[in-house]
């Protein structure tokens, strides 16, 4: 066999693909190594082309809840298979996993099925601009919301409340829409809300910012969300992308119990497999088309093999698995904190690894609830940690302001092996 090292196929990659990679952040970039390239995985494990393997803290960025090749999962989408891949008409897959969702989640009546959650938040946009007849769409400072020109948008440097575009390639007109605000900071909401009477059509929130490091914001703050919004005939949109399915099956909405007027879904709700996902109430839902004057559609929407992915992952999502995920995500905080500490005489003891239930972070102060907060010696706190796992066999995403995941396939028999790599 022809050894394929990391080295040679990401030469042969950025030949063909820009940057050799399909998505910026699994480059590697800033990092002193080449992308390593992953052939196969299970569990919490995955394999690269030189045959090593690593404990898998990225899973695939959130949506292998259960781990890599969960058996049911794998089970259900080989029948899949064996029946068709695509047809483009109405079948009863995404019925049936519309119908558990919309039984399970008491804050929506309705959902459609698209295929990420970019894709997702863009329908949510459009839905609120089209319900509320208003352009202007509030956005945290931090927040991700997939690569949606309106949401690729920072807070200018001039003016206050000025905003421009974080990417090249979008209009200065798109911008303009989109105020910018930094979290946990109630009153700059409300200036926005003077400033711009009767034009917001909706405040969209990560409920668990989770994109830009981990920033768990305060209930009031939340809650303030929901209240301003109401207040101002604005809707209020929950980005549950991330932590959809994931701190709860509910996800934020269902922790806090702050009701959103949409939901947009994503990772978990394919279970590994493309799909995203917009929910909301009826009154709201049926503004799009066929039946309301919101357009939307997809060649591809609700694709029969992963809405039964999708509903594999879900249906094993009960509470004793919840109350499972949060106890192996304990014990893994506990054994990366210890070592985080005693390392090569402390020489990681100012990293902490702050958690929230099966997401965690690394970062040198604790606490930190907006962007501007966060040290700015993070990533090159980052580097020697995340070489230093890498060479160990642990792999945690090439990137310090990304969060890392623990999966039901996260056991303690992972950890003894977690345990006994990082002290080797
Ligand atoms: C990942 C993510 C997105 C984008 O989803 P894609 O499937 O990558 O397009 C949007 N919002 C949040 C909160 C996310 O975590």
Redesign the pocket.
Known sequence: MIKRTAESLFEASKKIVPGGVHSPVRSFKGLPVVPRFIEKAEGATITDTEGKNYIDFCMS??PLILGHQNPVVKNELKSALDRGWSYGACEPYSLELADFLTSKLPFIDQIRFVN????A?MTALRLARGVTKRSKILKFNGC????VDSMLIKAGSGLAGTSTASSAGIPEGIAQDTLIVELDDESAVSKCFQDHTDQIAAIIV?PLP??NGLLPQRQEFLKFLREVTKQNGSLLIF?E??SGFRVAFGGMAELTGITPDIV?Y??IIGGGLPV?AIAAKKTIMEHLAPIGPVYQAGTLSANPLAMVGGLATLKQMDDKQYKQLDTNASLIHNTISEWLLGFEKGRFKDIKMVRFGSLFWFISKDGIRSIDQIPASLSSDFEPLFMTLLQKGIYIAPNAWEVGFVSLAHTQEVVDELKKRLWN
């Open positions: 960025f959130g990420s959650g970019t894709e938040v991700y919301h997939g690569h990560e989770a994109n980005d992308v991330i947009t994503g990772k995203g």
